[in-house]
């Protein structure tokens, strides 16, 4: 709780920068715009314009500076225009229409979770094969390394396109994305929790003749549970940009991606901002409920969080 | 028919080789680190290409890896083009970036608690973002080469190397910080004989993690405008024209890169951490 | 005896809030140190010997009382590096050498290249570790290595040493050498030395003074001027005169448990 007023000074401080960036960055935009409209600017011509930095633009022609926030294809929305556009398709409108971020979030919600799932099983498991297993150890570990550097976006549209040709549509293809990218964070983050155990404590289980299983329930499962929430925040804000990834390139018609891409693509940027924030958001309630659930889990282990 | 069999039993083979050797007596020598490993993979590709023939599958779904060697062999100086853009020019200058920018935003905001316990939640907050989304943003404001792509990457690799500093830097037991009160020593002694060593092991963590994050925000972001080269842009166009063949040859030297990318910084972690207990 | 005293603590108070409610670490203690003093603490657990010494180092502020250290207040005296401080745990950094770890104070107080190399000799061959300068310090035992902490703590002649405990992971034979060896170095430099321990014969053989502290609250409940000669042998563990001094401590550490 006493981190509040600094994560507020600093995200104040983060809003002041933006709100102060929006003049540069659109008022060559708008001056343009004025221009068309009858204003007079200095410089006159948009060719002369473009040689002069915003800074000094929005100094030589004050009354542009309210029409940067207020533009209608900004470069930089301003922090009023995204908070509008997001209240307005959050709140503003039924949930299972096509224009409601709310809708939009849980196409992109739903196989996330799924994925982040998947994700997180199969990476336990394989960490738990890795630590036992000296052939897995040295066989797949490496490779576990070398699949995160396959550009997973590559394969999302054949992998989508070869689930749909057998068949399988709709939230399983993006959980498939979703669940590879949650899966190595996991895989990596839980090898080195099970094997975090000091050697004096695994000497001490030894001396009570403790078969490999007892090991790991009692010892090593319970050492790794910070490792095991620290690789969770990871994997699912991995999971998300996944599914968000994996809405781009296939023209998805919903989810948040494809919201992102349609206001690339018809000019509407603040609608891509507004989809990227409460991207933003989705993706900070999800790591922030692994983190209440951290904290509860540690405390009643008696484990003081990192 | 054959080759399915053939492919079972090439599976079969290399797992009885790699269970030999793991278990074996020389089992720790650095040539059979790196062989078994290597056999894994040599028996996947092996198996691939014996399964894509002997099920007949749609090459457009899956091609021979043989086919795609041949295609890789073909293009040697498109797809060094591609990787001069996406890998050096973008990944590499972003992660540099990045990763300098975010130091130094950790000792900055190391300096003060309060700062550290805003800059802490802040900072994990946005590296969990979707940070990709901003590449269309990026490449409308630094148009479509690869500044953009660099910046875009300089973005992702910033605050996951943040986290990891901040936190590494207040990993001192409070026994080795009393030890420095009792010299006498100020704020910058401090920082630099105790708790940036101390916090090599977190740093390079984050630094691992970026590499990984480098290549997939320049490679992604190529595909919201590029010129016409460029990892990202071949693999979209070429996917466009069917041409698979050419998509997974990217993906391999996709790949290879990154895995290089990692082994160098695992190696420069292994030189400056030696002391860690995960190191010994 | 000379009376001057260069660590006088007067009605020190230190509470700590817990979650379990307040703990008394130190009431009312009251205390003369001596220039060229030997000065054991002796306690059980909780008697708040390690916290005073805290004290004296400025690593903990009392909550009342006064206590000062060469004339200045423990802030003050530790930002002019008046003492040495050996912890209980060796401490040494994973990443330097012992000679490097043994250079880190010199290098933070602004020693000439020379001198530190100097030093480092000269310490080293005090605890006996002469030839293990280019050695990490795991790889060394744990006796090594809070040797090692040691010399790190006299590299820079201060005239005060403060020592948490330092022999408690040694074995006796070892135990018995460094004890030797501490005297020697004590006659030697004419340090005035606080040291905390749980053994009865190493504080007795050790000190001029012994403190008996006993927990809840914590507080003095004996101080002991030993009248043994200050040029003493293992040996003299054995004498009548020992023994005598021994029986004492032991009787104010079991007052002190009889407040239960």
């Not at chain 2, 590709?45 to 779904?61: A, D, K, Q, S, Y």
């Not at chain 3, 050790?206 to 609250?217: C, G, N, W």
Request: aromatic share 10%.
């Amino acid at each position: 709780m006493k981190s509040i007023l600094p994560v507020l000074t600093v995200v104040v401080v983060v809003v002041l920068i933006w709100v102060v960036a929006v003049v540069p960055m659109n008022v060559h935009l708008s001056a343009d715009q004025a221009q068309r409209n009858g204003a007079n600017i200095i410089p006159d011509t948009s060719i002369a314009r473009k040689e002069v930095s915003g800074f000094v633009l929005a100094l030589k022609n004050p009354h542009l500076i309210p029409l940067t926030y207020v533009g209608k294809r900004p470069n930089l929305p301003s922090p009023h225009q995204v908070g509008v556009e997001m209240f307005d398709t959050i709140f503003g409108k039924k949930i299972n229409s096509k224009r409601s971020l709310v809708y939009h979030g849980w196409v992109t919600l739903a196989p996330t979770l799924l994925g982040f799932a998947i994700g997180t099983f199969l990476g336990l498991m394989l960490a738990v094969g890795i630590v036992f297993s000296r052939v897995m150890d040295k066989s797949i570990m490496p490779w576990a390394i070398v699949s995160q550097t396959i550009p997973i976006l590559a394969l999302a549209p054949m992998i989508i396109v070869v689930l749909g040709a057998v068949g399988v549509h709709g939230v399983l293809p993006k959980s498939v994305i979703a669940a590879y990218l949650s899966f190595f964070p996991v895989v990596v983050g839980m090898v080195k929790g099970l094997r975090s155990p000091d050697q004096m404590q695994l000497d001490l289980l030894r001396t009570y003749s403790t078969s490999n299983t007892q090991g790991f329930w009692k010892l090593r499962l319970p050492s790794s549970t910070p490792y095991l929430f620290a690789s969770c925040k990871i994997g699912i804000s991995a999971s998300l940009v996944g599914t968000i990834v994996a809405e781009l390139p296939t023209g998805a018609k919903a989810g948040f991606g494809a919201r992102m891409l349609v206001g690339d693509q018809y000019g509407q940027p603040i609608l891509s901002w507004a989809a990227l924030f409460s991207a933003a958001l989705t993706a900070a309630a999800l790591v922030g409920i692994i983190s209440l659930i951290e904290r509860s889990t540690l405390r009643k282990m008696g484990i003081k969080p990192a | 028919m054959m080759y399915v069999i053939a492919g079972f039993a090439i599976w079969a083979v290399g797992w009885l080789l790699n269970v030999y050797l793991a278990n074996g007596k020389s089992s720790d020598h650095w040539v059979t680190s790196i062989g078994i490993p290597l056999i894994f993979g040599i028996t996947l590709l092996l198996m691939w290409e014996c399964f894509v023939v002997g099920f007949e599958v749609n090459p457009v779904f899956l091609p021979r890896p043989s086919d795609i060697i041949l295609r890789m062999t073909n293009e040697v100086s498109w797809l060094w083009a591609d990787f001069n853009q996406t890998i050096i020019k973008g990944a590499l200058t972003g992660y540099v970036i990045g990763g300098l920018a975010a130091l130094a935003v950790a000792v900055l905001a190391d300096r003060s608690e309060f700062l550290t316990r805003g800059v802490l939640p802040v900072g994990s907050f946005m590296a969990a973002l979707p940070i990709v989304g901003i590449a269309p943003i990026f490449v409308k404001w630094f148009g479509s080469d690869w500044q953009s792509k660099a910046a875009v990457v300089a973005v992702m690799v910033f605050f996951p190397i943040l986290v990891n500093a901040v936190a590494g830097l207040r990993d001192t037991t409070s026994m080795q910080r009393d030890l420095m009160r009792t010299y006498g020593a100020g704020y910058w002694p401090t920082l630099f004989k105790l708790r940036v060593p101390a916090a090599m092991p977190f740093i390079f963590n984050g630094l691992k993690i970026a590499t990984t994050l480098a290549l997939i925000g320049a490679i992604v972001a190529e595909f919201f405008g590029s010129p016409t080269v460029g990892m990202g842009f071949r693999i979209s166009t070429s996917f466009g024209q069917l041409a698979l063949d050419m998509v997974w040859a990217e993906i391999v030297i996709a790949a290879l890169a990154g895995s290089a990318f990692y082994g160098i910084v695992t190696l420069i972690e292994k030189g400056v951490t030696f002391w860690h207990p995960s190191q010994r | 005896m000379t009376r001057d005293p260069v660590i006088k603590a007067k009605e020190l108070h230190l509470t700590f809030k817990t979650n379990d409610g307040p703990v008394h670490a130190l009431q009312d203690v009251s205390l003369e140190i001596n220039k060229g003093d030997f000065v054991s603490f002796i306690g059980p657990s909780g008697c708040g010997k390690t916290t005073f010494l805290r004290c004296i180092a400025g690593l903990e502020t009392p909550t009342s009382g006064e206590i000062s250290v060469n004339d200045l207040t423990p802030d003050e005296a530790r930002r002019a590096r008046a003492y040495g401080y050996v912890f209980q745990a060796a401490g040494l950094y994973p990443w330097r050498t012992i000679e490097s770890n043994i250079r880190l104070p010199l290098e933070i107080m602004g020693f000439s290249k020379s001198e530190m190399s100097e030093r480092v000799v000269r310490v080293l061959e005090l605890v006996d570790l002469t030839g293990f300068e280019k050695k990490f310090p795991w790889q060394l035992s744990g006796g090594m290595q809070q040797r090692a902490s040691i010399a790190r703590a006299l590299a820079f002649d201060a005239d005060i040493l403060l020592m948490d405990e330092p022999f408690g992971a040694l074995d006796e034979i070892v135990r018995d050498h460094l004890n030797e060896q501490l005297l020697q170095l004590w006659a030697e430099t004419q340090k005035t030395i606080g040291f905390v321990t749980h053994s009865i014969p190493e504080a007795v053989y050790l000190s001029t003074k012994i403190v008996v502290m006993s927990p809840r609250p914590g507080r003095i409940s004996d101080v002991i001027e030993s009248t043994l000669p200050k040029e003493r042998s293992l040996d003299i563990r054995d004498s009548p005169e020992f023994i005598k001094i021994a029986q004492r401590v032991r009787d104010g550490l079991r007052a002190g448990h009889a407040y239960e």
